[in-house]
């Protein structure tokens, strides 16, 4: 034969409802909640690039916006230099031209200075302006636009004075025949010029900082009032930034302090914009609809999980009132019918089951009508047996002992009356047997005195005789009691049969019988000290059993209406539980 393969495990995790949580709902609301762990995850990835990608965005545009500012003011000095007259009087071609540009000049707040080729200062305009300008090293920024002859911008530099940033356009003068005669720079204070608007507008009222590096990798301007020096300027964005990259990424100060930075290249200027955000500043919007998020996750899984149940236990209620009649089925006459759950294939099985139920009850009422016949056919032969015996057999054996008793007067033989002796011992014992049989086929004490005597009767009768038992303790009412005569002839047999197992198969020390009568319902209780038993499971398995003794005191509990109760263990002994409604004697 083959192997059962199957899993066993312990009984309180093979119910319906636990195997369902494990293998239906378990199952469910862990995916749900990858599913929704994975979403997040995802979200936030999608988020973070998201913002970086808007941080790219803003340091782009921003830089692109310096970038045409810086081409106009470079415009402005293009147009002013193509129009010097290149001679020998600078003074006197140069300089009225410039005063003539003046109102265009303005936006150089740190002035405009003429030099020629060899670096020699020849004008400046609006001088008050150009003092600034004037103590500059300027072969540097003259040789750099000789060589790449094109307009050049410098990186910054704090004027002492002033204590400001300035930056330098260097436009080179060629003559007629494309010789370097000189160049025109215009020197710009980064505070409050046309170059740190877009910074400003990008800043606002948010929590943004903008700061602009040159190439050297200085910080020229920075959006907060923090003091130029204190800005950390060797960080890896500062460097993508002036090395002509664009980006953004996340960063962490040797604070902790997390911030979000996106980077670009200021074109033709060898500079680089930062924009700088925190990060919870950044991500609070985010962060909110990620709570959302997280909280309809939540939501979903426990409606996930309460659907699950619900929908479990509305499938397993129904299966467990099928199971909870079903086990009544064996002890109880009928059943309620269970309401329909809704589930058609469940319905079916209850219909079934009812119509199963239906005909058992019938069944049994019809076998019940039959063991009832045959009881009362039993007690009828009883009588009648026992009648025989009293009227005929007893008789004859005292006719018997009345003779033996005749001999034993007329005989003289000592060895004949020894012998009469003995036969007449033999008779005394037989009649006393058959009177035995006698009262137990037909319990006279019973018809003649009731129920309680013939209680009293058979509990002394347990003390005698082959498995007396030493303590048999009765407890009955004080008063007198009267039942119709089946239902008494019933508790008497019971606990006939009950005192007979006792004696028979159980070997107590102890057996205790009490009986109590109330308005409406009688309680017999047998219980002894013996080696106890097994109790099946049903009391169908006592025929197959042999104990016929108890299926006959259970027939005789049903044909009452009652219900009979039976505990016991090995070595702990046997309780009889009876309870029947009352009925009293016409």
């Known amino acids: 034969m083959g192997k059962d393969r199957r899993l066993h495990l312990p009984e309180k995790y093979r119910s319906l409802r636990t195997l369902a949580i494990a ?5 469910l609301a862990l995916i749900l909640f990858g599913l929704v762990s994975a979403g997040i995850l995802s979200y936030r990835r999608v988020v973070v690039q998201l913002l970086i990608d ?3 965005q803003l340091a782009e545009a921003a830089a692109s916006n310096i970038a045409q500012v810086i081409d106009s003011y470079a415009i402005v000095l293009e147009v002013i230099a193509s129009n010097v007259e290149v001679n020998s009087d600078w003074e006197d071609t140069v300089l009225p031209q410039l005063n003539e540009a003046n109102p265009s000049l303005e936006i150089f707040t740190a002035g405009i200075l003429l030099v020629d080729a060899t670096g020699k200062r020849l004008g400046a305009a609006p001088f008050e302006q150009s003092l600034a300008l004037s103590e500059l090293g300027l072969a540097d920024f003259i040789a750099a636009a000789q060589s790449e002859c094109a307009t050049t911008i410098s990186n910054g530099w704090v004027d002492q004075d002033q204590a400001q940033p300035i930056i330098l356009i260097t436009v ?9 005669r000189g160049a025109l720079l215009g020197g710009i204070y980064l505070a409050g010029s046309h170059l740190t608007e877009p910074i400003h507008n990008m800043v606002g009222e948010e929590q943004r900082s903008v700061y602009l590096v040159d190439g050297a990798g200085q910080v020229i301007f920075h959006s907060s009032p923090e003091p130029i020096a204190n800005i950390q300027t060797d960080l890896p964005f500062i460097q993508k930034a002036i090395s002509g990259e664009q980006g953004g990424m996340q960063w962490e100060n ?11 290249p200021v074109e033709s200027t060898g500079w680089g914009l930062v924009v700088q955000e925190p990060w919870a500043t950044v991500t609070s919007p985010a962060r909110n609809y990620g709570y959302m998020l997280i909280s309809i996750g939540l939501v979903a899984l426990v409606g996930v999980i309460l659907l699950g149940w619900f929908g479990v236990r509305r499938i397993v209620t129904p299966i467990q009132a099928l199971s909870n009649q079903a086990r009544q089925l ?13 589930i058609s294939e469940i319905d079916s099985l209850e219909h079934s089951f009812d119509q199963m139920a239906h ?3 019938s069944y049994r009422v019809g076998l019940r009508r039959y063991v009832g016949a045959i009881t009362q056919k039993q007690e009828d032969e009883h009588r009648h047996i026992a009648r025989e015996l009293h009227d005929e057999t007893v008789q004859s054996l005292l006719a018997i002992s009345r003779s033996l008793e005749l001999e034993q007067s007329s005989e003289s033989n000592p060895e004949r009356l020894k012998r009469l002796a003995e036969i007449q011992k033999m008779v005394a014992e037989t009649l006393s047997g058959v009177r035995q049989i006698s009262r137990d086929l037909r319990p006279l004490v019973l018809e003649d005195l009731g129920l309680i005597p013939a209680l009293q009767a058979l509990v002394r009768s347990a003390h005698l005789g082959p498995g007396a038992v030493p303590h048999v ?14 239902q008494e002839l019933a508790l008497y047999r019971i606990t006939q049969e ?7 198969h159980a070997q107590p020390t102890g057996v205790r019988v009490s009986l109590q009568v109330e308005a409406e319902s009688i309680q017999l209780e047998i219980e002894d000290d013996g080696k106890g038993f097994q109790v099946p499971d049903s009391f169908s398995e006592l025929a197959q059993r042999g104990c016929f003794g108890l299926m006959g005191i259970q027939e005789r509990v049903w044909e009452m209406g009652g219900s009979l109760a039976l505990r016991s263990a090995p070595g702990e002994g046997a309780r009889l539980q009876i309870n029947m409604p009352v009925m009293p004697a016409p």
Request: proline content about 8%; glycine content about 4%; cysteine-free.
């Open 54 to 56: 808007h941080q790219t």
């Open 473 to 486: 303790k009765l407890e009955v009412p004080d008063t007198p009691i009267r039942l119709q005569a089946r």
């Open 359 to 361: 005909q058992i009850a």
């Open 23 to 27: 293998l239906v709902i378990l199952p």
């Open 172 to 180: 080179p003068i060629y003559d007629s025949n494309d010789e370097f």
């Open 498 to 504: 009950a005192l007979t197992n006792a004696r028979k």
């Open 330 to 342: 064996v002890t109880v006459d009928g059943i309620e019918p269970i309401a329909e759950s809704g």
């Open 254 to 264: 040797a604070s902790a302090e997390r911030y979000l930075v996106g980077y670009a």
